[in-house]
């Protein structure tokens, strides 16, 4: 069974536009970590950010920020006034006792 | 953070051959991780890698088609054995480190980027 789902395969959008992305979880511990990936062209997997399972806060980190919400199990990722280089695809990943990926969603930023 | 370095980072091979890649990190880590990504797709975890004995392979992944070393904490090597087209793929290492109980982010090298013809 599929650990982390990411429903959106691909999205598309305008330069400043804002970018949500998707990402639900299963896992029967109370202890995790939720992590989101990025993969841009050039191949490199860069660490975003990171959330304990006991730690909900939402927070802001420049143009980033995440919301976690455990009582749906889900921790969706904002890019908030897009750019070009944010072209990439993501990765929503969950660490119970081994990191698991989702299936990655492909973000195209247009000029 | 973690220093990882992969090499080869991308190497073209003929069918039944085997490619080792070695994977070096600039500190001490917990855990040593090998990673597969096949074109398009995410990526799967292959194999554990244990320092001083043998690694914990994932599901439909073996010993003999992987093998792994891992003769101390900084430096593991992952060997690709009698290869097809199908292991064309993206093999990456990551590592793991705990402080105090808290869990760093898994972090990755550059990959490798092997095409077998």
């Known amino acids: 069974a599929q650990k982390v789902t990411q429903a959106q395969t691909e999205i598309s959008v305008v330069e400043k536009e804002d970018v949500t992305l998707d990402c639900v979880y299963e896992t029967r511990d109370t202890t995790y970590y939720l992590f989101w990936y990025k993969q841009p062209p050039s191949g490199e997997l860069v660490f975003l950010i990171r959330?304990?399972?006991?730690?909900?806060q939402n927070e802001i980190s420049g143009r980033y920020s995440w919301n976690f919400q455990k009582s749906t199990s889900s921790f969706n990722f904002t890019i908030t006034a897009s750019q070009v280089v944010d072209s990439a695809v993501y990765f929503c990943?969950?660490?119970?006792?081994?990191?698991?990926f989702g299936a990655g969603t492909t973000v195209t930023v247009r000029a | 953070s973690a220093v990882i370095s992969q090499k080869p980072s991308r190497d073209i091979c003929q069918r039944g051959t085997s490619l080792t890649i070695q994977c070096q990190v600039d500190?001490?880590?917990?855990?040593m991780f090998w990673y597969r990504q096949q074109p398009g797709q995410s990526l799967t975890l292959i194999a554990t890698a244990n320092q001083g004995s043998e690694a914990t392979y994932e599901s439909g992944f073996v010993i003999d088609k992987f093998p792994i070393s891992r003769p101390n904490l900084t430096f593991s090597t992952l060997t690709v054995s009698n290869m097809s087209p199908e292991d064309s793929s993206i093999y990456l290492c990551s590592v793991e480190k705990r402080a105090g109980g808290i869990l760093s982010p898994l972090h990755f090298g550059n990959g490798t980027r092997l095409t077998v013809t």
């Open positions: 500190s001490q880590v917990t855990m």
């Open positions: 990943a969950l660490n119970d006792y081994k990191l698991s």
């Open positions: 959330r304990n399972s006991f730690d909900e």
